[in-house]
Nanobody, 120 residues
Framework: QVKLVESGGTSVQAGDSLRLSCVVS????????MAWFRQAPGKEREFVAT????????IYADSVKGRFTISRDNSENTVFLQMNSLKPEDTAVYYC?????????????WGQGTQVSVSS
């Protein structure tokens, strides 16, 4: 059974930092590209960042570039999202996703999400 379990979401103030984690089980983690998406209330889910299976390449949405950093620890089957200089518009449910292909638009597996709320 494939499981992606996000954690780390909470309520913070604008300008604060937060790190999200996603632990993956049931698949060979090191073979999968990983990504973070988010969905704000009343909006469609949007791409945030993705990382190659070897950690050597990353892609970010323009809205988070320079503030967020995606990383992974293949020995711990975990992907992280370090979020700095948080803004109220970053408020959303954050999801991690896994796919064998890097940079694609479709992902095979998804987590259940973790809520991030940023107040001004």
């Amino acid at each position: 059974q494939v499981k992606l379990v996000e954690s780390g979401g909470t309520s913070v103030q604008a300008g604060d930092s937060l790190r999200l984690s996603c632990v993956v089980s049931g698949v060979p983690f090191s073979r999968y590209a990983m990504a973070w998406f988010r969905q704000a209330p009343g909006k469609e889910r949007e791409f945030v960042a993705t990382i190659h299976r070897n950690g050597g390449s990353t892609i970010y949405a323009d809205s988070v570039k320079g503030r967020f950093t995606i990383s992974r620890d293949n020995s711990e089957n975990t992907v992280f999202l370090q979020m700095n200089s948080l803004k109220p518009e970053d408020t959303a449910v954050y999801y991690c996703a896994a796919d064998l292909s890097f940079g694609g638009s479709l992902y095979d597996y998804w987590g259940q999400g973790t809520q991030v709320s940023v107040s001004s």
